[in-house]
């Protein structure tokens, strides 16, 4: 009901940065192409000495005043990109950037610090490039300097400060700049501790004044699960996901592990690893959506090929966060038929806590001497196994694999 | 409308704020470090005078024999040093504040003017030397002085224009500053500054060179200072020497033209800057 009703009050807010269709590919030099020579001979050749490379497809978003907007993305997948063509340093190909208010960005910290400069003339200097005026910056000076705990060093030259003070140096003015819309990169987890529950002060203080807009561009899941109220999540220069922080988040860090498994691919044989001729299909895919809730059973399905009698198929269930095997099925109860098969699969959920797993499967033969035991002959490797992430909102320590429903301890009763 | 003209003056006064604060850090850190600091400013065309006198009117005897040769000289140093310093650093300008452009929004433009603007700083600084030897140096101060900032705004236009397609020229292709550098020296022989232009009109097999000499912007400008600032009667003008008035206009067409190009070159690349750098 109280969720119902904010998402009303949310509609009346106004659109503070409307992002439609933004497209933007670079030519990336084939031949370095930076001297007169190397012009003349590209052009004498009829070579072009550029290759496109779409960087943003088609990318659509709105932010209200008073969100703070997750963007969020692996390596490469365009979000600092977006990020520079929101403050306008890159002039999209196509679409439209509409910016509604005074737009703070920090792509970087502390760009234009001087290190000859005192700390003081850097803040000057480092304002202005933000759009702020000497009166503005007077007014939030001694701000900054209380945030950056340096009022005795301001006269001093940047040179002289540790890497650390000029770091909260920078962090103080990016988050002290009083603009409407705050837009920041990879700042977060800046400075000691102490400098960092500062910062996480002035983030939920921000967070909650519904003046203030701010876009958050960050690999931590924590960032954006505590801060952000709505998130997008960037890949190949597409929107793959957007709306709730959770959902965002969680998909990411599938992503991430979908990744992972992709590092260790092998080179290219007949066969992937894994598989060969007496098995040459073998997979596990997920039915239901790979990030699962507990009270659903989770549906998958098995797809495999093999034209020898008596197959067997083991299902292992790893758990990728905390380690270990928390359940197989065992060597010898899936018997399967031969040929090329899809077996529909279900598995319960419900014990566990939020988590990522793996689903690995080897397929066997009996063994010839000894009948309990099974030889393998193939097995999923990363691309054909299946990952899924349990996310319930009813579970609350993730940190223990199963959770409170299903397991519980209790006190039988005392010595006396 | 009335937005409309709101936004176009935030924009101005966020460019003039950033104007100000590249221009007074550029001219802190210009000579930082060294002990004279911006004495320098004063000091290196006044030494680079004596050279040029010693070898140039002393040894080569190249003058007119006028007595207002040597300040002559000394003021045309210092315009020749303002606009070669301009045009040269505002060309590595941009490439130099890369960092900045690929992580703030802010006209770009302005860090082509604030680099010209600092070598103007030197000038003013330059000049007032110059005035001030003038006194002792039979320089003749007259009403025309009051034309001479006319002709300081017309040699910044032909510098910024200059400086502008430089600039850009550079981010592509980085061969410019080698070229530039030659056609500075070229441009240096061709302005009557080390040598009186009556030299070149004396000459018989080269008195018709003598015209388009004076028809190069830069040559005029130079010229119309030092003949305003110093001497009327002893410096002459494009006017003096080309006889066709409208021929005369050549020069400050010119400069127009010059400002014209570089801003619209500039307009067009500058948009880019951030992705080519």
Same mark, same amino acid.
């Given at each position: 009901m109280a969720s119902k009703e904010t998402a009303k009050k949310e509609d009346d807010r106004p659109v503070v940065l409307s992002v439609q269709h933004v497209a933007k590919s670079f030519r990336l030099p084939t031949e370095q192409a930076t001297g007169l020579k190397m012009a003349f001979l590209n052009w004498t050749k009829g070579v072009s000495g550029f290759t496109e490379q779409k960087v943003l497809r088609d990318i659509s978003f709105e932010v209200k005043q008073g969100d703070f907007f997750g963007i969020v993305g692996r390596n490469g997948s365009g979000k600092s990109t977006l990020l520079k063509i929101i403050s306008g340093i890159y002039v999209p190909d196509k679409g439209t950037v509409t910016v509604n208010g005074k737009l703070v960005s920090f792509i *970087?910290? /502390?760009?234009?610090?001087?290190? *000859?400069?005192?700390g003081r003339e850097n803040v000057y200097l480092n304002g202005a490039l933000l759009g702020f005026t000497r009166e503005e910056i007077d007014a939030m000076y001694d701000d900054i300097v209380d945030f950056a705990e340096l009022g005795d060093f301001m006269?001093? &030259?940047? &040179?002289?400060? +540790?890497s650390g003070m000029q770091v909260r140096l920078a962090f103080s003015v990016a988050i002290k700049a009083q603009g409407d819309i705050l837009v920041l990169d *990879?700042?977060?987890? %800046?400075? #000691?501790e102490a400098f960092q529950r500062k910062c996480d002060n002035f983030f939920t203080k921000v967070k909650k004044d519904s003046k203030k807009t701010v876009i958050l561009v960050t690999h931590s899941m924590d960032a954006v699960k505590r801060y952000c109220n709505n998130a997008i999540l960037i890949k190949d220069g597409m929107i793959i996901a957007s709306g709730d922080k959770d959902k965002v988040a969680d998909q990411y860090t599938l992503e991430n592990i979908r990744v992972d498994q992709k590092h260790s691919k092998p080179k290219k @044989?007949?066969?992937?690893?894994?598989? @060969?001729?007496?098995?040459p299909v073998f997979r596990i895919t997920p039915v +239901?959506?790979? %990030?699962?809730?507990? +009270?659903d059973p989770f549906l998958f399905d098995i797809e495999y090929q093999y034209d020898g009698d008596d197959g067997y198929i083991a299902i292992a269930m790893n758990?990728? &966060?905390? /380690?270990?095997?928390? $359940?197989d099925s065992g060597q010898k109860n899936l018997h399967v038929k031969a040929g090329h098969h899809v077996l529909h699969m279900s598995m319960p959920? &419900?014990?566990? @806590?939020n988590g990522e797993f793996r689903l690995v499967g080897s397929f066997r033969i009996p063994n010839k001497t000894d009948e309990k035991r099974t030889d393998m002959i193939a097995y999923t490797n990363d691309d054909n196994s299946l990952v899924f992430a349990v996310r319930d909102p +009813?579970?609350?320590? #993730? $940190?223990?694999?199963?959770n409170d429903s299903e397991m519980k301890m209790t006190i039988q009763g005392y010595d006396k | 409308m009335k937005q409309m003209f709101e936004r176009i003056q935030k924009k101005y006064h966020y460019a003039m704020v950033v104007f100000k604060e590249l221009v007074k850090t550029d001219f802190k850190l210009r000579?930082?470090?060294? =002990?004279l600091g911006v004495v320098w400013s004063a000091l290196k065309p006044l030494m680079l005078f004596a050279v040029m006198y010693v070898v140039f009117?002393? =040894?080569?005897? =190249?003058?007119?024999?006028?007595?207002?040769f040597p300040i002559s000289l000394l003021c045309g140093t210092s315009l020749w040093g303002f606009f070669s310093e301009a045009t040269s650093m505002s060309m590595h300008s941009i490439v130099d504040r890369g960092d900045l452009l690929r992580k703030v929004h802010f006209p770009n433009y302005i860090v082509v003017a604030s680099t010209t603007m600092g070598s103007m700083i030197s000038l003013g600084i330059n000049l007032a030397v110059v005035i001030l030897f003038g006194f002792f140096a039979h320089a003749q101060y007259t009403w025309?002085?009051?034309l001479v900032p006319f002709s300081i705004i017309q040699l910044y236009a032909v510098t910024l224009g200059f400086a502008l397609i430089l600039a850009t020229m550079f981010v592509y292709f980085r061969d410019i500053a080698q070229i530039w550098e030659v056609v500075l020296q070229a441009l240096f022989y061709a302005t009557p500054i080390i040598y009186p232009i009556s030299m070149v009109q004396n000459n018989p097999e080269f008195s018709w060179a003598a015209g388009f000499l004076m028809l190069s912007p830069t040559s005029q400008a130079i010229m119309d200072i030092r003949h305003n600032l110093l001497s009327p009667q002893y410096v002459p003008t494009v006017w003096d020497i080309v006889h066709n008035p409208l021929v005369c206009l050549i020069p400050y067409l010119l400069s127009a033209v010059i400002l014209g190009v570089g801003i619209m070159v500039f307009r067009k690349y500058s948009a880019k800057f951030a992705e080519v750098l």
């Open positions: *970087e910290l /502390g760009v234009g610090f001087n290190p *000859e400069l005192t006269d001093q &030259k940047l &040179k002289n400060y +540790s *990879e700042v977060l987890a %800046v400075g #000691d @044989n007949e066969h992937p690893e894994g598989l @060969n001729d007496r098995v +239901s959506q790979t %990030v699962a809730n507990c +009270s758990d990728i &966060k905390r /380690g270990g095997i928390p $359940y959920l &419900k014990l566990f @806590n +009813s579970n609350t320590r #993730d $940190y223990a694999l199963l | 000579y930082q470090g060294s =002990f009117v002393k =040894f080569l005897k =190249f003058t007119d024999g006028t007595p207002t025309r002085i009051l």
